[in-house]
């Protein structure tokens, strides 16, 4: 009985001394908060008892922790920042341990410590973000720290370092591309979700509100990046360093998809695709892998032929066979744009198309506006209502605007400059039909839609 008693009072003292330490590891942390919060020093002091004590209690020892080291380091400099950014590092590999669900990307966020606060070597900086890419690639998020892994392999390559080689440098490019691509369709189509709700009438609420503008914020910072990426490369892949280098290399790749794929993606966007060169690799391409990028690259091949119904037939096809709707769109797209040129109506058609799958793709709208505008003389029964068709255009580019953040300055421009071609407020009330103001004109000419004279 006397044994009972013992083990009955070890327990118990056990399941007194661990509430005793979650009641002190639950005031430390709630002390760190209000000081990380209030922007206090003291807020480092309760993480490192929290560190010590209580590592593995609540996940919101790291996020509030990760807050409190970065006061530090900018308080600091010289050898102390340095000291608060390798133990921020390892506070990364502490959070991984305890809570890996929430510490994932470990390597990549070492590395961006060392890039943001300029610690370290750009080679240690470089094997982190390798290490990272490599390895935990579905964990590497951050567009900041894929840019600065790109910029420094063409750095390297450019000063003659590890023997990198151009094909290298593209491989790298159109490695970090293809990861750019998936973050930027996980937010269109989120986006697109939410912009349907819209469409549909239907309010979004605050957190789905909050939600559309960081997905707005992630896609802008993936269109700067992209672009700053592209503006490296061209100056590495111009046509006619590109056509002779792909054109060395063809032979002992013409069984390879991915070799051709990427040989003509480039050749594409650098307008290299009039070259046979583009061509040659394109019918490769559909021979070993029958895709649907394949068949859009043949139909760029008839486009550069002129054979239209061919290049519209395999555009098609690929539109048909992509499962992927930023693809889908973006074919749509390059459909409406052959149209353009000849069959107003059957370019909107294919806007709208890239509409349909892709809500967000402002550039279809911008695409609208710009056959509304040029076709000023196709509606109408006088100036005023040929003129009034520039308001619809403007209208087109709001939506644009509205779709996609990026393009917000491109179809604000646009948009003045149609309003400012629209007639002025003096011909409204002025008109011979007396003040139009408010009043419908209908265009019933291939556009067949309204639009109501503005109020200026």
């Given at each position: 009985?006397?044994?009972?008693?013992?083990?009955?009072?070890?327990?118990?003292?056990?399941?007194?001394?661990?509430?005793?330490?979650?009641?002190?590891?639950?005031?430390?942390?709630?002390l760190m908060a209000s000081s990380v919060k209030?922007?206090?020093?003291?807020g480092y002091d309760y993480l490192t008892t929290l560190r010590k004590d209580c590592p593995s209690f609540d996940k919101r020892v790291y996020s509030y922790g990760e807050f409190a080291i970065k006061q530090k380091i900018d308080q600091a400099s010289g050898a102390e920042k340095e000291k608060y950014v390798r133990d921020l590092m390892k506070f990364y590999d502490e959070n991984y341990k305890y809570f890996p669900s929430e510490g994932a990307g470990v390597d990549m966020k070492k590395g961006l410590a060392l890039f943001n606060y300029k610690v370290g070597t750009k080679e240690e900086v470089f094997s982190?973000?390798?290490?990272?890419?490599?390895?935990?690639?579905?964990?590497?998020?951050?567009?900041?720290?894929?840019?600065?892994?790109?910029?420094?392999?063409?750095?390297?390559?450019?000063?003659?370092?590890?023997?990198?080689?151009?094909?290298?440098v593209f491989d790298k490019y159109d490695d970090i591309l293809e990861k750019l691509n998936g973050l930027e369709k996980e937010f269109s189509d989120a986006k697109d979700v939410l912009i349907s709700k819209e469409e549909s009438g239907q309010q979004l609420d605050s957190k789905e509100a909050k939600a559309k503008s960081r997905y707005e914020g992630n896609l802008e910072d993936i269109a700067t990046v992209t672009s700053s990426m592209d503006a490296i490369i061209v100056q590495l892949s111009t046509c006619d360093k590109l056509i002779p280098f792909y054109q060395k290399s063809f032979e002992q790749n013409k069984t390879?998809?991915?070799w051709l794929l990427r040989a003509a993606d480039?050749?594409?966007?650098?307008?290299?695709?009039?070259?046979?060169l583009f061509s040659k690799i394109s019918e490769a391409l559909l021979?070993?892998?029958?895709?649907?990028p394949a068949y859009e690259k043949q139909g760029i091949v008839e486009y550069q032929k002129k054979n239209i119904s061919k290049a519209v037939k395999y555009l098609n096809k690929a539109a048909e066979m992509y499962t992927d709707n930023s693809k889908k769109a973006n074919v749509y797209m390059k459909i409406a744009s052959i149209y353009s040129k000849s069959n107003k109506s059957q370019s909107r058609n294919y806007a709208k198309k890239a509409l349909a799958v892709k809500p967000s793709y402002g550039k279809a709208y911008l695409l609208i506006a710009q056959l509304y505008g040029s076709s000023i003389n196709d509606c109408g029964s006088d100036q005023f209502e040929k003129r009034a068709m520039y308001w619809l255009a403007a209208n087109y580019c709001d939506k644009a605007a509205a779709a996609d953040s990026s393009l917000k300055a491109t179809a604000a421009k646009m948009a003045a400059g149609y309003r400012a071609a629209a007639?002025?407020?003096?011909?409204?009330?002025?008109?011979?039909?007396?003040n139009m103001s408010g009043k419908r004109i209908a265009f019933d000419c291939w556009v067949g839609e309204s639009i109501t004279v503005p109020t200026l």
């Open positions: 009985m006397k044994t009972k008693l013992s083990l009955l009072f070890v327990i118990a003292a056990g399941f007194f001394a661990q509430a005793q330490n979650n009641e002190a590891c639950t005031e430390t942390l709630s209030a922007k206090d020093p003291a982190l973000f390798d290490k990272a890419f490599t390895s935990d690639k579905a964990n590497f998020d951050s567009t900041r720290a894929l840019y600065a892994y790109f910029e420094i392999f063409v750095k390297d390559y450019e000063a003659g370092n590890k023997g990198i080689e151009l094909q290298q390879n998809k991915v480039r050749l594409e966007a650098k307008e290299c695709d009039g070259d046979p021979k070993v892998d029958p895709s649907a007639p002025s407020k003096t011909e409204i009330f002025s008109h011979p039909k007396g």
